[in-house]
């Protein structure tokens, strides 16, 4: 019969409880578990007597037999440098907060994974079911040593790869450089460079390619510079005068990694040269970075918080799924015109 | 001897190790392990071995003897209407970046738990080694749930409950009402409301006593309004409209809870009348949402980066520590003047 509730619940078995219940152990589980055979009443009484003790599962132990976490990982490989600043890592953070949410609907709790090298070590002990890269570079490493533990992986945005490319979410990268393109042509901007990191990445490759296509199709000379992304906005810095030297006529300059932008309005604007009466300045990831420079970035809202939803479920269609999709298009990216592109009234 | 690398290297067992390195079971667990008194060169060659062998040890195994997850959750239970909107839960994913890296430097991994509903379940299933709670209310469900099964508990803020407090960072509320209406006064209202929430939760309280005393030694007249956060900023309006008719003199309010605040200015709008210059409105949290209102709003920079590393490390120390410290005075406020109570230049 149950006794009062015991000191020390967590030493307590299935064994315990079933001798209080005068059932059998399978029964006990079947019952906890809302699994199998068991008359409802039965059912409840054996919760009952659960509760009764303080009974509570091993879910070590209960892990070790189903062969499931119930977590899934986050990874982020952008340097903190990027990934950092101002923004603290805006774009990780915003896909993190809708991920958790999206993750919770399918009853799996989000791990979060910082872009810091002493990450490799957590990377090989996390106990999780699959995991979410946002935006891996090609022979990514944190998805190589993923892969390598057997783990799920998808990607936001396409791993730039032969063949054997991750399931992902498409950023629609392409599309994303030609508004960013048109725009600053609106405003006026003939003669325009791009700067882009010099890991291969979905979003520079996209990027470069739509920007060779918008060139090709006014008779624009192609400029394309190319800094370290792990130097952050002094590397975008150090990119934009070089630029400038080397092409003075430039008005315009597209540069997707925020920090660079950065670095690229503080350049021009050292130089003398105002934006965007001068030099027109758009980036991508339109966070705090883009938000809070002087004056503020025209970006792209790339609509993360939809991304991070579509992402957590093509992983949770390939850790449980028949269905399994490659590809899933996430929603188009949409201008947000700001001060370092549009022409001031009146010009 | 070594074979080539196994197909399924899961099924190999610390067993199968020892067999093709010559040696016992426990030198293989000392030797990969890095524990123990073992040769270093039968260590190397064990490893070595195990490399080739393509073994991993199995993880869930490995908890179950350790009894240790080597992982900590970020809960807040802050409803999702305050947490959410245009800040997109900005408060917690801005500690939460921090906390990221936090853990990492400690070895541990960090779930993040979103303040729904449905995060009970995960609350319970989670492995998890310790808690740090967001600020969390008297009697806070995820508090007495996470305590219940027996994690170790810190909070970002102060538990306000009797004797048995949690471990807290001291986010120092009454020095950030101090800060926020002496503000107030020099910009020259006269007559200052508190709009706070219903719940009880150390930022109201500690608010509420900064504002009192302050009341008391100005000879102003106390009006506190209260509205239930999971109103958000609807509900933050409303107070505003209650307020504001029965004590037309009030030409500043302190709202603590930025969805209130964006209210507040909302409602002041409405009425025709202007913000700042016939009402003031500051608030605490310089998240996304003080700094989109139109005007932006006066906030308060309450230094998160390092109040979550210093959460991070308390927790850290009661997990496994010997000398425990109960409470951790975090950095000091600091204003962030904005135009929601800055009187424009000229007036």
Avoid at 299 to 323: K, P, Q, W
């Amino acid at each position: 019969m149950p006794e009062s509730p015991a000191r020390d619940a967590s030493r307590l078995t299935i064994a315990d409880v079933a001798k209080a219940a005068g059932v059998s152990r399978t029964t006990v589980s079947h019952a906890l578990n809302d699994r199998g055979q068991v008359d409802p009443r039965t059912r409840e009484r054996v919760k009952q007597v659960a509760a009764q003790l303080g009974y509570r599962p091993n879910l070590r132990a209960q892990r070790l037999r189903t062969g499931r976490a119930n977590s899934i990982a986050l990874v982020s490989s952008m340097p903190i440098s990027v990934a950092g600043g101002p923004s603290r890592l805006g774009f990780m953070m915003e896909v993190a907060g809708s991920a958790m949410e999206a993750a919770l609907k399918q009853g799996l709790a989000l791990v979060l994974v910082p872009p810091l090298e002493a990450a490799d070590t957590l990377l090989d002990e996390l106990d999780i079911d699959g995991a979410v890269v946002i935006e891996p570079a090609a022979e990514d490493r944190n998805v190589a040593q993923l892969q390598r533990r057997g783990v799920q992986v998808v990607s936001i945005g396409r791993q730039p790869e032969g063949d054997e490319a991750l399931p992902y979410i498409d950023l629609q990268g392409h599309e994303t450089g030609r508004i960013l393109l048109q725009h600053l042509a609106e405003q006026g901007a003939g003669q325009i460079a791009l700067l882009i990191g010099t890991q291969p990445r979905h979003s520079y490759i996209d990027m470069e390619r739509a920007y060779r296509a918008f060139a090709e199709a006014r008779g624009m000379p192609v400029v394309i510079a190319r800094a370290d992304e792990a130097g952050g906005e002094t590397a975008g810095q150090a990119a934009c005068r070089a630029l400038l030297e080397q092409h003075p006529a430039i008005d315009g300059i597209c540069a997707p990694v925020d920090a660079f932008a950065v670095g690229v309005v503080r350049q021009v604007q050292a130089q003398g040269l105002r934006v965007p009466e001068d030099i027109k300045v758009v980036t991508r990831y339109d966070g705090l970075r883009a938000q809070s420079c002087q004056p503020a970035l025209t970006a792209v809202n790339l609509h993360l918080d939809e991304i991070s939803t579509l992402a957590i479920d093509l992983l949770f269609e390939h850790i449980n799924g028949r269905v399994r999709r490659r590809v899933v298009v996430g929603p188009s990216p949409s201008l947000v015109a700001r001060a370092s592109s549009v022409n001031p009234a009146g010009n």
